[in-house]
């Protein structure tokens, strides 16, 4: 037996174990966050020097699987002209692509077609290369995602600052304010209307969070409390922006009613905005394919 002599030691080698424990904050090695936190404090793996090209976002290959089965492609079985989920166009910030389709049942948010693209980056946009809103290539196919296009509201789900689009923007079938309506998206209750947005939150469990914006305020044909059917109109697509005014476009969002996670391991938390692109894309395919909804 060895007594004493390692005991000292040992003591000193404990106590510089206690004094480093915990690690300063934002040091601290792996994520034994909670899931719940993890969204608030964007880890340097967010900014991959890469540049972001292709991460590895699933688990490795089983060994000896040569035709792995993999994730379908996200977007397989779509008709119309579409760029793929997650890929915008570039210099209008990195995208988010997530294989998971949020709403797998709900209706296309639109009576009629509409043309999703960026309305800040597009022709007549803001960030723009100038011409009209009304512009031609933005009533035109392809769709093109733009969550987590670059912009300044916070949204977890997009990488580097944790700030992004936080829904998808839409055009209406013509660059007509005022004319086209937009629809529920699954039966739920209007819980808000404010200066700008229409809120509806589904009936039915998980209780997705749907958010309108930039509808014909002054005549929808909803109000606070009602209950709606799918497909049940609520108002009308224009450009109100709570007495500004933007371009003719339905900003469409979805937001958790459950805690998740998306395929690439981020965590989903309650009211997390969640990528609409795919859950759109279905959608309007059930309406092109002559589902109908809410009936
Ligand atoms: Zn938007």
């Given at each position: ?71 379908a ?21 990195a995208g ?15 009576q ?81 209307i ?34 709606v ?26 937001r ?40």
């Amino acid at each position: 037996m060895r007594p004493s002599p390692l005991l000292p030691l040992l003591a000193v080698l404990l106590l510089a174990a206690c004094n480093d424990d915990p690690p300063p904050a934002g040091t601290g090695g792996e994520v034994k966050t909670p899931a719940s936190t993890a969204p608030s404090s964007p880890t340097p793996d967010d900014a991959p020097a890469d540049g972001g090209a292709e991460q590895s976002a699933d688990e490795p290959l089983p060994p000896g699987e040569t035709t792995p089965p993999g994730p379908a492609e996200p977007d397989a079985g779509l008709s119309f002209g579409h760029q793929p989920p997650g890929v915008l166009p570039a210099g209008q910030g990195a995208g988010y692509l997530d294989r998971t389709v949020w709403a797998p049942a709900m209706c296309w948010p639109l009576q009629e077609a509409g043309y999703p693209n960026s309305q800040v980056y597009g022709h007549g946009g803001g960030m723009g290369p100038g011409g009209g809103q009304c512009d031609g290539v933005n009533y035109a196919l392809p769709w093109r995602d733009n969550f987590c296009e670059a912009r300044s509201r916070a949204n977890p789900l997009c990488g580097g600052s944790g700030t992004g689009h936080q829904g998808q923007d839409i055009r209406p079938a013509t660059c007509k304010k005022n004319q086209h309506w937009a629809v529920a998206a699954e039966p739920g209750i209007v819980t808000d209307i404010g200066s700008y947005t229409v809120t509806l939150v589904g009936s039915a469990a998980p209780h997705r969070t749907y958010r309108y914006l930039h509808m014909q305020m002054a005549a929808l044909a909803v109000k606070e409390g009602d209950s709606v059917v799918a497909g049940q109109k609520l108002g009308k697509v224009a450009n109100d922006f709570g007495g500004a005014a933007t371009t003719i476009h339905l900003h469409f969002e979805i937001r958790a009613g459950l805690a998740g996670v998306t395929t690439d391991g981020k965590p989903v938390t309650l009211n997390t905005f969640l990528p609409p692109y795919l859950s759109l894309a279905q959608a309007h395919q059930r309406k092109l394919n002559g589902g109908t909804c809410g009936s």
